[in-house]
């Protein structure tokens, strides 16, 4: 294993940093394809895409229900909790003829993503469903529970029974009220 890597950590350059709120922690970035003028941004208290007219996207880390790393294309797809279309953040390795470690960023979303997520239980509904109740932490520290995917409110007896029964149990394991 080198000592020394070729690769050097991303900076957000400065004319795209200036958009982000004031006193915004930044983990680590990374800048999208195709050529690099906008960045995805992880900090403190969530996932940002920020390109030469502001901030294109900020959305708090408890909101993400999961992101994954595909190699082959070079991208990151972020799924929310909401059911909102995935977002694909497509990367770039290299700007300016420099070759850059996207490390810390993959790291830093991966942390993030994981702290959000307080506990969790999955089961089959009655109607054959699949379905998951996450508690989750917000950015104030406050937990709630949300249900992956997100159900019509309209349930039949027996699937509104079992995932309520799954709620209490989401619920009960990180002491939050049950009823």
């Given at each position: 294993?080198?000592l020394?890597?070729?690769?050097?950590?991303?900076?957000?350059?400065?004319?795209l940093?200036?958009?982000?709120r004031?006193?915004?922690?930044v983990l680590?970035?990374?800048?999208?394809?195709?050529d690099?003028g906008?960045?995805?941004v992880a900090?403190?208290?969530?996932l940002e895409?920020?390109g030469?007219d502001?901030?294109e996207?900020?959305?708090?880390?408890?909101e993400?229900a999961r992101?994954?790393w595909?190699?082959?294309s070079l991208?990151?797809?972020?799924?929310?909790?909401?059911?909102?279309?995935e977002?694909v953040?497509?990367?770039?390795?290299s700007?300016?003829g420099?070759q850059?470690?996207?490390a810390?960023f993959?790291?830093?979303l991966r942390?993030?993503?994981?702290?959000?997520?307080?506990?969790s239980?999955?089961?089959t509904?009655?109607s054959?469903r699949?379905v998951t109740?996450s508690a989750r932490?917000d950015?104030?520290?406050?937990l709630y529970?949300?249900?992956?995917?997100p159900?019509?409110t309209?349930?039949?007896?027996?699937?509104?029974?079992?995932?309520?029964a799954?709620?209490?149990?989401v619920r009960?394991g990180?002491?939050l009220?049950t009823?």
């Amino acid at each position: 294993m080198p000592l020394f890597s070729r690769r050097r950590p991303a900076r957000l350059p400065s004319g795209l940093a200036a958009h982000l709120r004031p006193g915004t922690a930044v983990l680590g970035v990374v800048p999208l394809a195709p050529d690099g003028g906008r960045w995805a941004v992880a900090s403190v208290s969530g996932l940002e895409v920020v390109g030469d007219d502001g901030v294109e996207l900020a959305r708090p880390w408890h909101e993400v229900a999961r992101a994954v790393w595909d190699a082959d294309s070079l991208s990151f797809t972020v799924t929310w909790i909401d059911a909102d279309p995935e977002l694909v953040l497509e990367v770039t390795t290299s700007v300016a003829g420099a070759q850059l470690d996207i490390a810390p960023f993959a790291r830093s979303l991966r942390e993030r993503v994981e702290s959000a997520l307080v506990h969790s239980a999955s089961d089959t509904l009655p109607s054959g469903r699949r379905v998951t109740v996450s508690a989750r932490r917000d950015g104030d520290g406050g937990l709630y529970t949300v249900c992956t995917p997100p159900l019509p409110t309209e349930l039949d007896g027996a699937d509104r029974a079992a995932l309520v029964a799954l709620e209490r149990r989401v619920r009960d394991g990180v002491g939050l009220p049950t009823s």
